[in-house]
């Protein structure tokens, strides 16, 4: 089983439509949690951090359930700048740092 | 302030050579990471440096790769006697890992391709 599951998509959306990612973790140690964006053949770079209470910046919204283990990526009002791979996140304290596990990524491709 | 770097950006190779894979980290970051991505794949852990140390190097695939990281700063990566599974994008990040802050800046890849 992968330490970070995510459905690969892609998720093919019109303009501003409402689409949602979601990623689950095996480790319940996990401690941090981040969704990366990956633009095609481009670095990841980070979006947001995601935490238990929940967290906004604009039209995206993260959200942790430790319980469940679970993750979710909320966008709104999707814009055609948004095409790109989401990448779940989640750090594990191994070997005396905290090491971050990537999924595979979800691809989004939002359309006119 | 600049980011992280990494040279070259593009490596054709044939196989059985060795080739060499250099990053420059953010200046201060004192941790910095390798990773392999495949065409349509995740990124895969190679090795971590903290410092010039390397406490982590249980991603690395097998002893053809190598990876070295001098001054605290520049790191090189070694691929000796390329196979073409080899092949894959190869990125550098660099953090300044203090009271949790757990980003990594991600430099823009180099792509290697072994014929």
């Known amino acids: 089983r992968k330490e970070v599951e995510q459905d690969p998509g892609p998720f093919n959306v019109p303009e501003g439509a409402t689409v949602a990612f979601n990623c689950t973790y095996s480790?319940?140690?996990?401690?941090?949690f981040f969704w990366y964006r990956q633009d095609c053949r481009k670095e990841p770079k980070l979006l947001m951090s995601?935490?238990?209470s929940g967290n906004e910046d604009g039209r995206f919204t993260a959200q942790l359930n430790r319980a469940s283990q679970y993750i979710s990526l909320l966008i709104r009002d999707s814009k055609l700048s948004d095409s790109a791979t989401y990448l779940c996140v989640v750090t594990l304290f191994s070997g005396g740092y905290n090491k971050l596990i990537f999924g595979a990524g979800t691809r989004l491709a939002v359309h006119p | 302030g600049a980011g992280v770097s990494q040279s070259p950006s593009n490596k054709v190779t044939e196989k059985g050579k060795d080739v060499e894979l250099r990053c420059d980290p953010i200046?201060?970051?004192?941790?910095l990471y390798w990773y392999r991505q495949s065409l349509g794949q995740g990124l895969e852990f190679l090795i971590y440096?903290?410092?010039?140390?390397?406490?982590?190097k249980s991603g690395l695939p097998s002893d053809r790769f190598s990876a070295e990281r001098t001054g605290g700063s520049v790191s090189t990566l070694t691929i000796q006697r390329t196979q073409q599974e080899d092949s894959a994008v190869y990125l550098c990040?660099?953090?300044?890992?203090?009271?949790?802050?757990?980003?990594?800046?991600f430099g823009p890849g180099t792509r290697l391709t072994v014929l």
């Open positions: 480790n319940s140690a996990s401690q941090s």
């Open positions: 995601v935490y238990s």
């Open positions: 440096f903290q410092g010039n140390s390397a406490p982590d």
């Open positions: 200046s201060g970051h004192t941790a």
């Open positions: 990040a660099s953090s300044f890992p203090l009271r949790g802050n757990n980003e990594q800046f």
